[in-house]
């Protein structure tokens, strides 16, 4: 007798789940429950059709030859039957049955199943905030949002915003409201964008983006209410300010929709999300669940994470075809990969930053550098800069993190894979990257990050970051900072805000290098801490040893220089 | 008292020596010996200029803040002596000196040396052929032949041009040559572009680029003379024509420059490189090679390659300066990997192909995809072609292919990484790989490859390569070519040019498929071959359990369709 299947959610991995069953298992009985309107449409791309990029929002469910995959779509092409607005309302584990409403008709049906899939995906928080009621207060995570939206930003009506949470929602919005002339400002309750993904460093880099682009960001703010007369938004108050505005994005998170597990008495992870097993499966026997609504874990720690993307969605959905066809299949865990373009900048990350490192139990080296993606003489070459984070002792590599507006994602993936095969530092360093002229530099930033990091761990090369540079200008620490760029450049690009910085450009370092103090630590630097790095190699033939470079330079010092 | 290295050589691996060896050691007396006039320049970058995309050739020889790496630079920066217009012409081992003739004053002196680093680099190949002394019988391998070209280009008198050899640097300059209004012709004595370094698939598709962009491609066919008067080229003449030309690019490989190593008896590997061991030592303690004169191994099979390359130069003359300066040091081999940006196209590879990994002792497996580099709504989004190349035991990725007017840089070097760390095709199919839709689909390309190779290695798929059916058909073989695309994009976007297709839409197929025979097997395909995977689901469900698919669909095909 053919399986009969139930998968509760119709957008990322339920429709995966249904789509892969069907390979595996030409005969099973596939029902989606959907409770929306709308099935497998990409999240992800929510913000471009809120942009404009992205025409149609039946663009953002149609296959790539233009169909539009709705429920006639699966039933004809895939034989799978897929039910919109229809809202499951409990699970009941004993029979074995779902119980749920059809919202067009208001009638209650039961459906049966042998294995049950829960996809129920997250909902963005909406905290109980004075004024949170009002009109044009949206969060954005379905196409419903996107849809409310992108209408009022048609309406022409809205000229200032406020976007609550400098998380990765919260920043895609950005761009999409201030390229329809928006004026926007972020309030982030901590310090920094993306506080949860960046080191304060990478943060900084990405709020001078904001702040160059005229988008106010506002970190270290709680907002205290949403102001409006007659249930239109006039504004947000803040513990610190009044933002006038004429829309609010509320984007602080999403909460994994877990109520129907949780009532059936299913299991819930330390994180709020639904737990499961490498294979999906719940603890229930019969019901696996994926995507938003579960908690994932992280590969190398094996600790329980949240991982609400698109991609992990679509993994967690293979994995679960595969249980209930029989085949083996285990999820391997997520790398936390994230990336983010803002403009024309790209930022992502993946795997432990140092702190993370440093908690899981190994004690991790780093660096970062600055380089062009690929030769200057190349037109549209620009700067990307690399964070390579590694296990000191095995040199395994850990992590990373990239910013530029050079092409951060090749260098990203190529990390995720390097981080997934185990690689070490020498690993990464001796990888025989693809390289031409319009797509890389002849050693790859990667490969330069890699054996800057592989100096360090040899102690050829002793290094700062710009935060620890900054700790010990305020700690007062005795140092010198040496900038060896030339006269033009400093005069041109800025100056490190610290009042004594000695100023010796790396052509004249032979001649003077003599006359600089032998018994005081040495920071060189310069635009991007290549020529700092020759500079060391002329102080030490000076015999001054005490030296060291500043990472990526002034140019990806990520705080305010001094003109 | 410091240790005096001299290098031979000054472009790319002796550079990368004495710009590291100074770091390492910052006492060390180093000379470098280069008998042109420039230092330090990109090679791979000469068919930019050429092309005139690099304005001045001097900034194929400056660093990125614009200053040009000459003799003055290297002295005042680096500490470095470097004399241009130095001709090594002899080693003595046993008093470790090297003659050279200064090229300027003809006045031969002599150089001691403690090491001695050999990096002479290649010189292209000019065969004996009637013709070949004549003016306008190129070839791009220095500087001084990138000035001749462009110098020519520039004079406006090129209307035609013959390149003789399809490889790396023939297709490199057919773009140089086309942007620039010359009518090119390529004659390749193999049958099919760049056959070193794709599959005759892909090769195929590079060469469909080519004829698309009116540029004609004889393959199979030897160049007999070069035909001219007074001195002027007129024309190739090939075994199978005349093509009448005023320039002759001859780009048929590089010869490794060993005669100074030959001379002095070092020893000579299989392929006419210097032989040097991973330390990058020749077979006398002191001397050292790199770049493009020596022939290196391959990093899965240990075997000698040739990889004449700028990358691989510079990673050579990393491990000869850390050896020199006494730190532990290997070069860990190549995979062979080449990226090359044909138009609007990029087409690059890495590791084994199935033939290479066949006679390396694996039993390989693999498969080509096509899709698109990011989600279809996203402007931009452009289709590639992955082909991965894994050990069927093991499940160890040993090797691909990519091509595609899409993001295909990204793909290899990931897939660089993957081989380098080891990794199965379990581990490429579950790395967390960074998802948004400016930069990828939700399962990357190389997920989806990664996937579909894993169900053709479980048994799930069955597929078959463009070159796979088209031999079926040429050998009567009895099955069905099943077309699953609409009429529609039958009639726009062409036919399979076989006479004998089934033509059934994938929404009709559930209705039609038991009309179709049990007893033979039926290939299926629609544009790029996931409907068609679809379509096997269906034609499973009726009992018709002989299927397969066309790999790629009719969108990847590499030869010519039907209208």
């Not at 006269?487 to 100056?495: A, I, K, L, S």
Request: glycine content about 10%; proline content about 5%; hydrophobic content about 40%.
């Amino acid at each position: 007798m053919p399986k009969k299947v139930l998968i509760i959610g119709g957008v990322a991995c339920g429709g995966k789940v249904a789509a892969r069953l069907r390979r595996l298992d030409p005969e099973a009985e596939i029902t989606v429950l959907e409770k929306g309107d709308f099935l497998s449409y990409a999240g992800c791309g929510l913000p471009f059709y809120v942009q404009g990029i992205v025409k149609e929002y039946r663009d953002l469910m149609s296959t790539p030859i233009g169909v539009v995959r709705d429920a006639p779509f699966f039933r004809k092409v895939k034989n799978i039957e897929v039910l919109t607005r229809h809202m499951a309302v409990q699970i009941n584990r004993a029979s074995q049955t779902v119980a749920a409403v059809d919202l067009s008709s208001g009638k209650e049906k039961v459906f049966h199943y042998d294995d049950l899939v829960l996809a129920t995906g997250a909902s963005p928080i909406r905290p109980k905030l004075p004024g949170i009621e009002m009109n044009r207060v949206y969060t954005l995570w379905t196409m419903d949002d996107a849809l409310a939206l992108r209408a009022a930003l048609d309406s022409g009506k809205i000229r200032k915003a406020v976007i609550v949470g400098g998380g990765l929602v919260g920043l895609e919005v950005v761009e999409a409201l201030h390229s329809r002339n928006v004026e926007v400002s972020v309030v982030e309750a901590l310090d920094r964008p993306l506080p949860a993904l960046f080191d304060p460093e990478f943060s900084g880099r990405i709020r001078k983006v904001l702040e160059r682009k005229g988008v106010s960001f506002f970190g270290g703010e709680r907002v205290l209410e949403i102001l409006g007369s007659d249930c239109e938004v006039t504004g947000v108050r803040t513990d610190a300010r009044e933002l006038p505005c004429d829309m609010v994005l509320m984007a602080i998170g999403v909460r994994p929709n877990t109520t129907l597990a949780q009532e059936a008495g299913l299991e819930i992870g330390p994180l709020g999300g639904i737990a499961v097993n490498p294979e999906m499966r719940t603890s229930d026997p019969h019901i696996y669940a994926g995507g938003d609504c579960v908690e994932t874990f992280h590969r190398l720690t094996g600790k329980a994470v949240r991982q609400p993307m698109g991609s992990t969605a679509n993994r967690h959905g293979r994995v679960i075809a595969d249980a209930i066809a029989g085949k083996k299949a285990e999820f391997k865990g997520v790398l936390g990969t994230a990336i983010l373009r803002l403009f024309e900048f790209t930022a992502g990350r993946t795997g432990l930053g140092v702190e993370a490192a440093r908690e899981a139990g190994f004690d991790p080296i780093s660096v970062s550098i600055m380089n062009s993606d690929k030769p200057h003489f190349m037109p549209g070459s620009a700067p990307v800069i690399l964070q390579l984070v590694a296990d000191r002792a095995s040199g395994r590599i850990l992590g990373g993190q990239a910013f530029g507006a050079g092409e951060v994602s090749k260098r990203l993936d190529t990390l995720v894979a390097a981080i997934t095969g185990n690689m070490t530092i020498d690993d990464l360093a001796d990888a025989d990257l693809a390289y031409a002229p319009p797509y890389s530099t002849a050693l790859d930033p990667l490969t330069h990050a890699a054996n800057t990091l592989r100096n360090k761990s040899n102690g050829l090369l002793k290094t700062y970051t710009p935060l620890e540079v900054q700790e010990k200008v305020r700690n007062g620490e005795d140092f010198i900072l040496l900038d060896v760029r030339s006269p033009e450049e400093t005069q041109r690009d800025g100056r490190l805000p610290f009042g004594n910085i000695t100023y010796i450009p790396l052509g004249a370092l032979w001649e003077k290098a003599a006359s600089l103090p032998k018994d005081r630590e040495i920071i060189a630097f310069c635009k991007i801490s290549v020529r700092g790095w020759d500079a060391l190699s002329i102080l030490r033939s000076q015999g001054i040893e005490n030296v060291a470079l500043l990472e990526t330079g002034v140019a990806g010092w990520p705080f305010q220089l001094d003109a």
